[in-house]
Every structure is written in C-alpha cells, then in structure tokens.
C-alpha cells in the first residue's frame, strides 16, 4: 500500500526521514547517510598529546633471499584466497613457480613481454626444417597423421567420431596400413614411397618423423614423398587450399 502511495518512481528505495523532514532526493540521503556514518567514527584529538615512542636503534644491513625462498612461500600458498592488488592468481603462482625458476635467467630477465614470448618460442626445441618443405597442406596432412588426428578411421574412431576402424578394404585404418599396406592404394605408394632412394628400411615411423641416420636432404625426400602419396592417394576430401 505504501509503495502504491508513493508512486513507481522510488519503489526500491525507501524515503528517508530526519527531523520531521520526508527526505526523497537520492544525493541528499546519500550525503546525509555520509555525514552520520563519518561522525561515528570521528574522534576529537585536538587535546591530545601523542605517545612519545623511542626511535628504533637496530636495523637490517642486509637480508638475502634465495629463488628457493620465494618458491617455498609460493608454493605454501592458499589458492582458496582472493587474488592480491597485484591480481595474480595465487593459483598460478603456486603452479607456475616451478616452471618459472627452470627458465634461463636471461629469459626471465626479458625486458618487455614481446621480448619474454620471442626468447621463450626461440628456446623452445626447434623442429627439423624438413618438417616445413612440400606444400602447406602437403604438410598439414603429413602432421595430422603424425599426430594420431587424421581422417583415416582408425583415428575417428579412436576419438568416438565412427562406428569402426575398419578400412574399405576389411582390415583396420591404421597409419601402417594406409601408408603400407592397404591394397586400395598400392599404385600411389609404389610410385611416391617404394621408389625412395634412402639407405635405410622404410618403416611409419621414418615416413612419419624421419631419421637421424639420414641427412637433411634424404629427409626432405621422404617428407615430400609421404606428402605426394597422401595427395595422390585421394583418402581424404580437399578441405585445404
Ligand atoms: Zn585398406
């Protein structure tokens, strides 16, 4: 009934009365409230002598604090609390630390961020470069079968994506069956795979990752080799330009 009588306008916030006074202006109760809630607070020191303390004598010339010290306060964090005023997750602090001390000084010492994420990818472990000849989706191919994520069945189906790994040929999609095996594409891969002219046995290893044993360029070969065979082989739709 009381909010019917005052209308919609100040449904939520109640008026406010002091002396007698109905008071319905929003700043003027803010300020009013302002002025109590300070006064309760206020203590009058105007007469008051202040405490006579004694000036400290002793001091700490040095103090000396090891990564060690900061990675045990940090790792004993609480990462139920708040984040601080520096709004660094106390979380990522603890899980961090550890990672963060195992870089090299002069990374950690990076003068601005771009210069962190530069030195950081440059000391990251460099691929071989054979992994970057052929065709981009000569290359993109080659790696999502390198990284167990192609569209051979085997790999849907180890991801729940298909009902069955079985290749159109009866026997499971693997990596060794289709670049080896499989009948379907015997005329691809004598052309591209069984010509390669490299002193050690082809293996889905070697085809994958090459070897060590070789030279850059007999890797380059069979990278681009694999990568013609896969193309030529028609197996998966053209998605990439
Ligand atoms: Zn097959």
Known sequence: MVKSLFGRQHKEIPLLKVNDE???????????????????????????????????????????????????????????????????????????????????????????????????RSNR?????????????????????????????KHLYDRNLIQSPKCVCGDPETTDHYLLKCKIFNVPRQRHIHNL?????????????GSDRLTVEQNILIFKAVQNFIISSNRFTSTIK
Not at 47 to 53: A, D, G, I, K, R
Not at 90 to 113: D, G, H, M, V
Not at 128 to 136: D, I, K, L, M, T
Not at 138 to 151: L, P, T
């Open 125 to 153: 472990e460099i691929k071989p470069v054979f992994y970057y000849c052929g065709s981009r989706s000569g290359q993109i191919y080659h790696a999502r079968i390198r990284m167990n994520c192609s569209g051979l069945n």
């Open 197 to 209: 002219q490299i002193p050690i046995k082809i293996s889905t290893n070697v085809l994958l990752f």
């Open 22 to 120: 109905l008071i319905d202006d929003r700043e003027k109760m803010a300020d009013i409230f302002n002025v109590y809630f300070s006064d309760q607070s206020n203590i009058d020191d105007s007469n008051v002598q202040l405490p006579n303390l004694e000036k400290f004598t002793s001091e700490l010339t040095t103090i000396e604090i090891t990564e060690k010290d900061v990675e045990d306060i940090l790792l004993n964090l609480d990462t139920s609390k708040a984040i601080g005023p520096d709004c660094v997750s106390p979380r990522l602090l603890k899980e961090a630390i550890k990672s963060w001390n195992s870089q090299t000084n002069e990374l950690q010492n990076s003068p601005s961020l771009l210069a962190f994420k530069n030195n950081f």
